[in-house]
């Protein structure tokens, strides 16, 4: 895939600029230590967080529930799994996680430096979480006026991420065709394959180095090598 005429770079946040999975593996963890100390099942906890995560968010995107239920459904959804009690009050219960959540917000250390060398391109978020969430976290990790617009589907029609109306609100809203923007991101369904239906160019970031990308897409395993591959 040819990046020639690239004018601006939209990053996905979670996986890809903040460091979502190990903020939210440390808070759902201490949560649990802290309610129900000495659980044998623990160290598990993080992993079937992470597993609910998509789904129940799946729900909120597919407007079958409201934020607020998303949340109280997942909280229950892992308490049954622990086969634990239930909070009576499930939002003072997930503001408490909430609050562990923020504690470990970072970025990865790899960001700074790709954006400090992307000068001339226009920069932004796309990203499928809450705008005011997605707004704190990158304030939190010092992006704010940095990369420009943060984008949600909340703020796109209510189009998030594969929908191609997400792809081409997006760049409507930068001022620009969608061949005209690259998407960088971490997953590849959203990331990836999504845009390229409406010829939005894409990179895949694969921090695990894992399996190799979809046919005719560049992947990158750190943000370091970015600014290289869209100078070529």
């Known amino acids: ?3 020639r005429g690239i004018k601006a770079i939209l990053f996905d946040l979670d996986g890809t600029l903040f460091d979502h999975r190990a903020a939210a593996d440390a808070g759902i963890t201490a949560w649990v230590a802290g309610r129900f100390p000495g659980h044998p099942r623990l160290a598990e906890a993080a992993a079937i967080w992470a597993e609910l995560e998509g789904p129940y968010l799946a729900m909120w995107q597919a407007g079958e529930c409201t934020l607020q239920e998303q949340r109280r459904l997942r909280l229950t959804a892992l308490c049954e799994e622990l086969a634990v009690p239930v909070p009576d009050d499930l939002d003072d219960a997930y503001a408490g996680f909430a609050e562990l959540y923020r ?5 990865f250390p790899d960001v700074a430096g790709a954006l400090a060398g992307l000068d001339g391109y226009a920069l932004g978020v796309l990203t499928n979480g809450t705008l005011p969430m997605q707004e704190a976290k990158v304030r939190a990790i ?3 006026g940095v990369v420009g617009p943060v984008l ?3 703020v796109l029609g209510g189009h998030f991420k594969p929908a191609p109306a997400c792809y081409t609100g997006a ?3 930068l001022g620009l065709e969608p061949r005209e923007v690259v998407l960088v991101g971490d997953d590849v369904a959203n990331d990836v394959t999504g845009p390229a239906v409406i010829g939005m160019r894409s990179i895949w970031l694969d921090r695990l180095a894992t399996v ?3 046919a005719g897409f560049p992947r990158i395993t750190s943000l370091t090598e970015l600014p290289q591959l869209v100078a070529r």
């Open 152 to 154: 949600t589907g909340e």
């Open 1 to 3: 895939m040819s990046l």
């Open 142 to 144: 010092g992006l704010a």
């Open 212 to 214: 190799p990308p979809p």
């Open 103 to 107: 504690r470990h917000w970072a970025a």
């Open 171 to 173: 760049a409507a809203v």
